[in-house]
């Protein structure tokens, strides 16, 4: 998947999690708990959706790695890339 | 059976305004089917009924504003008659009758939020829910936000009542003044707490979930929810309800979950016998909770049923949390975030995760040492979280 691709599927998925996000005035560095106010509950959903959308399973230890726009995007990538998908 | 009345949602509604039918006249409907949905101060619930029956007849019109108690519909038990003094026909019955049964709106991704009374009126008026802008919590549209109000129905058993309407935001404000003002006038609370290693159920919950597919993990919420409802199991006088000056032991645990809404208020509705999930059953049964209240589908009974509630702060934040009871309850435990502190475990000074639980409990019914022994037995709980 591209880039785009993947920018796309992360904000889809973040927005199925907190649909008053608006993904227009999304910036690449908020971050999913500090900035956005997601929860425990509302991050395992957006990990949940992102496996469901891409097949790509994040561990919990990699959680941080998609605190933001600007880390989720390589790092999903990347994942993508290594055969996760 | 009979008719088929306006529930009460929490001890200080009034009245609620009927959203949506999801049966007609002619269906069949079963315990605890959900038959019609209302949207009040807490948002929108769904409405189950208690007995099995034949809908007879729908008694309010969607858009009305029906007190707790009022009429909704005449459900029949097979083979049973109309009773003959039976009560004013609908103005407008073969519309109502008429009406398309809207399943529930999906969940999750890509839909719009919006309260299904707002979706509703929106339907009848042609208007895309995409044009609008929510006042709801996390921007729902709600009601109020489609314009313009409903026509006035014509009189009948139930009338609708347009006019101003406050903001959903301000409705769940006066909701929770209201239930919050009546425990600490009505409730002598009392408050015990302690601060617990939770570095073990931690530990044990990484190597759990490490392996496993997002849908499989469990939250750390979950295990103190699990040992709340063992406690409970333990110490019966924290779970129940105080009514008619007397308490009322409860004899399951409907465990009240406190869930903060995006865009502000809260609601805490009930894991419904909770006592008898194991614990990967009660992580599903929390995450459902959370998913519907978020989307506003809520069930009456989760709204009612109640026995004590848990009130987390999550994975980070504030460490202790002294909160009030939601009455007719008697009790209701706060849980701080976990905190990374030096702790002494077999002698040594170590750095470990802790936890302050509080417990909020109410004197007319209980006293410290039941509570403390409600604590006590929380803590043995989380300490063997693989007995959870």
Not at chain 2, 182 to 189: C, F, L, M, N
Not at chain 2, 343 to 353: C, K, M, N, S, T
């Amino acid at each position: 998947m591209t880039e785009t691709d993947m920018r796309r599927a992360f904000i889809d998925a973040l927005v199925g999690v907190a649909p008053d996000i608006d993904p227009g005035s999304l910036g690449e560095d908020e971050h999913i708990q500090r900035d956005l106010g997601l929860d425990s509950m509302d991050v395992l959903n957006l990990v949940a959706s992102l496996h469901d959308r891409l097949g790509i399973d994040i561990p919990e230890a990699d959680y941080p790695q998609i605190a933001t726009l600007a880390l989720a995007v390589p790092y999903l990538q990347a994942a993508g890339a290594s055969g996760q998908g | 059976m009979g008719l088929f009345t306006m529930p009460s949602l929490g001890s200080d509604m009034e009245a609620g305004t009927l959203a949506e039918w999801l049966v007609k006249p002619g269906d069949h409907v079963s315990r605890g089917d959900v038959v019609a949905v209302v949207e009040t101060q807490k948002g929108a619930i769904e409405i189950e009924c208690f007995e099995a029956g034949i809908v007879d007849e729908l008694r309010a019109e969607v858009g009305a504003e029906v007190p707790v108690g009022a009429p909704l519909a005449l459900i029949l038990a097979p083979g049973e008659e109309r009773p003959v003094e039976s009560a004013p026909e609908l103005p407008t019955p073969h519309r109502l009758a008429s009406r398309p049964v809207s399943p529930p709106p999906p969940q999750g991704s890509g839909s719009i939020a919006a309260s299904p009374a707002a979706r509703v009126r929106a339907r009848e008026l042609g208007i895309e829910l995409a044009g609008l802008s929510g006042s709801g919590p996390g921007g729902a549209i709600l009601l109020a936000d489609v314009a313009p109000p409903a026509p006035i129905v014509p009189p009948g058993p139930v009338a609708a009542t347009p006019g101003p309407r406050a903001t959903a935001q301000t409705e769940m404000r006066r909701a929770i003044a209201a239930a919050m003002t009546r425990a600490k006038r009505e409730i002598p609370h009392f408050y015990l707490s302690a601060t617990m290693d939770v570095q073990p159920a931690r530990d044990w919950l990484d190597a759990r979930n490490a392996g496993r597919p997002p849908d499989g993990r469990l939250l750390l919420g979950a295990l103190f929810v699990r040992a709340v409802v063992l406690a409970a199991q333990k110490v019966p006088v924290m779970n129940g309800h105080y009514r008619d000056d007397a308490f009322h032991p409860a004899s399951g645990v409907n465990v009240g979950v406190a869930v903060a809404l995006r865009g502000g208020g809260l609601v805490a509705p009930a894991l419904i016998a909770a006592d008898r999930l194991d614990l990967a059953g009660t992580m599903a049964g929390m995450r459902d909770l959370v998913m519907r209240a978020r989307a506003g589908r809520l069930r009456g009974s989760e709204m009612s049923e109640g026995t004590m509630t848990v009130s987390s702060l999550g994975e980070t934040g504030a460490e202790a949390m002294a909160g009030v009871i939601f009455p007719p309850q008697v009790a209701l435990v706060g849980i701080g975030a976990p905190q990374l502190r030096p702790w002494v475990v077999a002698g040594e000074i170590v750095p470990r995760q802790v936890v302050t639980v509080t417990v909020s409990a109410d004197h007319r019914v209980s006293d410290g040492r039941q509570a403390a022994r409600f604590l006590a037995t929380f803590e043995q709980q989380i300490a063997t979280p693989e007995g959870l």
